[in-house]
């Protein structure tokens, strides 16, 4: 079977900031080898995910960021792949058939052809709606709840701050903290998302960083007491000013950086002199290392958002063609949670 | 009991680069109280402990340097703590008497009284030197011994960078890294001390930073498989290059960041995104955090000194009056291994 395939690609590497003329829609024709065990499955999308480290992948070889080398590269023309449900129109793979729902790893385009070995799962949607899938029971949610609990290690009562706390990890740990019984705080770039932090997501309190001359002071002011744990989304400036407000044996769960991710030059420089001292750790994770936890974290997640003790943020653009400027829109802050693209009626 | 005692103090704040003349010998009548249950001991210091950390408590607290806080400051015009081993003269406490060698924290002076609560224990040097128990079997030990098999979680076959690597704890851990089964590459200043490095203490390579252009390619270099372990003693650049060279879930032990201690302004900024894609941890620690662990260290050191499977530096000034050159030679790397001032003869 042949599928006419509309998808974005990258034109060449992107460096600084992106920008939507560095995108470009392709189309080409997809064609399923079926019936000789390829185990192949054509799957129509419906919902991706949009995702700041993407951005990383999309940087030249030649780039100073050495661990890059570390992500699998985006090559310039050809599909990208990201998180993202779908639906099966045609499989050479046991166990999937046609209208099958699935999530798994599929493209920013219409169709795509998953191939033997590559993530798909047959998803039972459970109640909820089919973009919760793509990143609060995705791999965002699997970041924020295996980041919260493995590497910051929290105790009941410490106190944590947790920054883009609006985007697709922050919003769920501000709420897993919440429920484990800490003081959370987290900090935004608008006064809704502020208000939204506190009013709709149970935050202890929330500010916008766009209105702090002075981050640290800032931080000195809502945590009077030092900050325990800092989960970390954005690097930068914000980082620097979190160590010099953590408190003894602090810890740093280094989720993503994205103010760095632009190339921007601001490089975070936390005060060593801290982190000997207070004996802070820092420490960088993966979604991925937490695959073992994905049992646990689904059953939880699940629990809690439909007893609503959590709530799951997306914010869903429509049509490919607008993929590119959702993506770029994350480096603004345009999102508020989840940003998802969705590609077909369900 | 009253004695006549010469001590060094710093005139002033000190926040850049050392000079000489920002000490000064004082002299003071030490009066000891005894019979009246203080508790206090007084102790004619033999041998006291240089460290480049103490500069961190000489500085203003307008200093934005935050984590000054949590060390004590030392006081314009007092006497300055340290570590050393000494010979009780009279004693006001049960079990020490008159005559008795004793380690634990004296003064940069010729008398110490030493106060109810304060460190101090009797020394048995057990044949080895007495400068020995100043460092290698103090807290540049301890740091070494608790922040390499604690901190840093070695496994055998890892590969381990060493910076300040003949310095008081460096060469301690490049040696306890050799026992353990690990490759083991340090760097230092001097074409001298690299060759003590790799023919008196074992290392597998040894470089001089100074005579690389490019840390960040010299590392590349000395690793081409990558670092797992790095033991910073300097931050600065040297963190940066080792954070970019780093393997997946290596480790990085803080133990001191020495380039930074003069405020020159270089501060580490290292790449966060390695710090995420690579897993990598950097950690603080003080020889403090270790404590439980010192009848483990003192007994495994001991013996590794006894049967020749590790060798002590030891960098001996001699003279009250050298201590300040002595203490400002650490941030110019006069010193090699542990850098001690003997005050009176045994």
């Given at each position: 079977m042949e599928v006419m395939n509309r998808f974005i690609a990258i034109k060449a590497s992107i460096d600084g900031f992106p920008q939507e003329s560095e995108f470009e829609i392709k189309t080409e024709t997809l064609s399923l080898s079926i019936g000789v065990g390829t185990n192949q499955v054509l799957v129509k999308n419906l919902y991706v995910s949009i995702d700041p480290y993407q951005l990383n992948r999309m940087k030249s070889q030649s780039s100073s960021q050495s661990a890059i080398n570390f992500a699998s590269a985006i090559i310039p023309g050809e599909a990208i792949d990201t998180y993202g449900v779908g639906r099966v129109?045609?499989?050479?793979?046991?166990?999937?058939?046609?209208?099958?729902?699935?999530?798994?790893?599929?493209?920013?385009?219409?169709?795509?052809?998953?191939?033997?070995?590559?993530?798909?799962?047959?998803?039972?949607?459970m109640g909820l709606p089919l973009p919760h899938h793509v990143g609060t029971l995705g791999?965002?949610?699997?970041?924020?709840?295996?980041?919260?609990?493995?590497?910051?290690?929290?105790?009941k009562g410490e106190t944590v701050f947790v920054s883009a706390a609006s985007g697709s990890v922050g919003c769920l740990v501000g709420q897993y903290a919440k429920l484990f019984g800490c003081y959370v705080v987290g900090c935004a770039g608008t006064r809704k998302k502020v208000d939204l932090l506190k009013q709709?997501?149970?935050?202890?309190?929330?500010?916008?960083?766009?209105?702090?001359?002075?981050?640290?002071?800032?931080?000195?002011?809502?945590f009077p007491d030092g900050i325990?744990?800092?989960?970390?989304?954005?690097?930068?400036?914000?980082l620097e000013a979190a160590v010099e407000n953590m408190n003894t044996y602090g810890r740093v769960a280094v989720c993503g950086i994205i103010s760095e991710y632009t190339n921007n030059?601001?490089?975070?420089?936390?005060?060593?002199?801290?982190?000997?001292?207070?004996?802070?750790?820092?420490?960088?994770?993966?979604?991925?290392?937490?695959?073992?936890?994905?049992?646990?974290?689904?059953?939880?997640?699940?629990?809690?958002?439909r007893t609503g003790k959590m709530k799951a943020?997306?914010?869903?653009?429509?049509?490919?063609?607008?993929?590119?400027?959702?993506?770029?829109?994350?480096?603004?802050?345009?999102?508020?949670?989840?940003?998802?693209?969705?590609?077909a009626d369900e």
């Amino acid at each position: 079977m042949e599928v006419m395939n509309r998808f974005i690609a990258i034109k060449a590497s992107i460096d600084g900031f992106p920008q939507e003329s560095e995108f470009e829609i392709k189309t080409e024709t997809l064609s399923l080898s079926i019936g000789v065990g390829t185990n192949q499955v054509l799957v129509k999308n419906l919902y991706v995910s949009i995702d700041p480290y993407q951005l990383n992948r999309m940087k030249s070889q030649s780039s100073s960021q050495s661990a890059i080398n570390f992500a699998s590269a985006i090559i310039p023309g050809e599909a990208i792949d990201t998180y993202g449900v779908g639906r099966v129109v045609e499989s050479d793979k046991p166990d999937f058939e046609k209208g099958d729902l699935v999530v798994g790893l599929l493209t920013w385009g219409e169709y795509t052809i998953v191939k033997e070995g590559a993530l798909l799962n047959k998803l039972d949607p459970m109640g909820l709606p089919l973009p919760h899938h793509v990143g609060t029971l995705g791999f965002s949610g699997l970041s924020a709840y295996g980041g919260f609990f493995e590497v910051c290690k929290p105790r009941k009562g410490e106190t944590v701050f947790v920054s883009a706390a609006s985007g697709s990890v922050g919003c769920l740990v501000g709420q897993y903290a919440k429920l484990f019984g800490c003081y959370v705080v987290g900090c935004a770039g608008t006064r809704k998302k502020v208000d939204l932090l506190k009013q709709e997501l149970g935050f202890d309190d929330a500010f916008n960083y766009k209105e702090e001359t002075d981050l640290k002071l800032a931080l000195k002011r809502y945590f009077p007491d030092g900050i325990d744990i800092y989960f970390d989304n954005v690097g930068g400036e914000m980082l620097e000013a979190a160590v010099e407000n953590m408190n003894t044996y602090g810890r740093v769960a280094v989720c993503g950086i994205i103010s760095e991710y632009t190339n921007n030059g601001k490089r975070a420089a936390p005060n060593m002199l801290d982190v000997v001292y207070k004996r802070i750790t820092i420490q960088g994770f993966l979604a991925n290392d937490f695959m073992k936890l994905y049992p646990d974290f689904l059953s939880t997640m699940m629990e809690n958002l439909r007893t609503g003790k959590m709530k799951a943020l997306t914010d869903i653009s429509y049509g490919l063609e607008n993929v590119p400027s959702a993506f770029i829109g994350l480096f603004r802050g345009d999102n508020i949670g989840k940003k998802i693209v969705q590609i077909a009626d369900e």
